[in-house]
């Protein structure tokens, strides 16, 4: 059996953005996705999930059940590399990460997934083969990725994202005084749909966007500063000016502002749209002392589902076990 798991994340700065190659700052997070492999000899391969539902190939004959078309994009995962396991395969996805709220869940899993495929078949791990397998899903799942996801499911810990080659693992350490609270909007949405109403307002207004895009770059120069410094207050306000500028590129709605006015009233540093937008959780930042008090606030107003998500350095993790 093997078994492996990648993290989900936030974007702290830069999304969309970093569609058009404005590096992004992004974090993995203590929420996984976990995917167990085990080697059958029935001549059938499936992929199960409770959530997504289930695939089904045995010899000739294919089934899909449930929300087939969540699991299409990690069937081309699969596809290339089944073929050298034909006495059969029986993969488990199990994942923490909310589907459909900007916190990578296809991106971890597909991740988690290619993982232990080549893991599989080379025994080891090789990330260019890791991440260009997880790039094929994600390139169905959204359109024109940007790749940040699975490059910090891959790698863990805080990413500066440039683009699929180019990247940094951060060193800076988030101090303990300092939490990240994520709410959920109760707003389903689809990076999709969001990637490509920002890039046709792109093309519409391309000399305005194009300042929105600068002004986005210097943001994260001085976001990297700040947290050089460790000056959390100045972060906080910079994520509210990303949150403006995310308004400009049309992917701010007006449930996931209430939620900002609320965590900002109640004593937050800053908060923001964490992904794509349009819905899915809001990302605060906020200092230890004060968590309670923001949490309780903005469940009072009925928004109940809000998760305290902590760094995780670790990125693909793929073990064997027997
Ligand atoms: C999604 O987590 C982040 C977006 O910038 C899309 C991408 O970079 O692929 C909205």
């Known amino acids: 059996m093997i078994v492996a798991d990648a993290p989900g994340k936030i974007i702290l700065f830069g999304e969309h953005f970093v569609v058009k190659g404005v590096p992004a700052l992004a974090m993995a997070i203590n929420l996984r996705a976990r995917v167990v492999f085990n080697i059958t000899n029935n001549n059938c391969l499936v992929l199960d999930s409770r959530i997504i539902g289930r695939y089904e190939l045995c010899g000739h004959s294919e089934r899909i059940e449930r929300k087939g078309d969540l699991?299409?994009?990690?069937?081309?995962?699969?596809?290339?590399?089944?073929?050298?396991?034909?006495?059969?395969?029986?993969?488990?996805?199990?994942?923490?990460?909310?589907?459909?709220?900007?916190?990578?869940?296809?991106?971890?899993?597909s991740i988690a997934l290619s993982g232990g495929i080549v893991f599989l078949n080379k025994g080891c791990v090789d990330k260019t083969t890791v991440y260009g397998l997880a790039m094929k899903a994600e390139s169905i799942f959204h359109s024109k990725p940007s790749g940040i996801d699975p490059r910090t499911s891959l790698e863990g810990g805080l990413i500066l994202y440039r683009d699929q080659k180019r990247f940094d693992k951060l060193s800076y350490r988030i101090p303990s005084?300092?939490?990240f609270l994520i709410v959920n909007s109760g707003i389903p949405r689809k990076t999709s749909l969001a990637v490509t109403k920002v890039l046709n307002r792109y093309e519409r207004q391309k000399k305005i966007m194009q300042k929105i895009y600068e002004a986005a770059e210097e943001l994260i120069i001085e976001a990297l500063n700040t947290l050089k410094h460790g000056d959390y207050t100045a972060l906080g306000e910079l994520m509210l000016i990303n949150q403006g500028l995310l308004n400009a590129i049309g992917v701010s709605y007006p449930v996931g502002e209430k939620i900002i006015k609320m965590a900002i009233d109640s004593g937050a540093l800053g908060a923001k749209i964490t992904g794509a937008g349009l819905g899915?959780?809001?990302?605060?930042?906020?200092?230890?002392?004060?968590?309670?008090?923001?949490?309780?606030?903005?469940?009072?107003?009925g928004f109940k589902d809000i998760i305290k998500v902590n760094y995780d350095h670790r990125g693909l993790h793929v073990v064997s076990e027997s």
């Open 177 to 179: 005084d300092i939490d």
């Open 71 to 109: 699991l299409k994009p990690y069937l081309t995962i699969i596809d290339n590399e089944y073929n050298r396991h034909h006495n059969g395969l029986y993969i488990v996805i199990d994942s923490q990460i909310p589907i459909g709220a900007g916190l990578g869940s296809s991106g971890a899993t």
């Open 280 to 301: 899915g959780y809001i990302l605060i930042l906020v200092e230890k002392e004060k968590e309670k008090k923001v949490a309780k606030k903005i469940e009072e107003e």
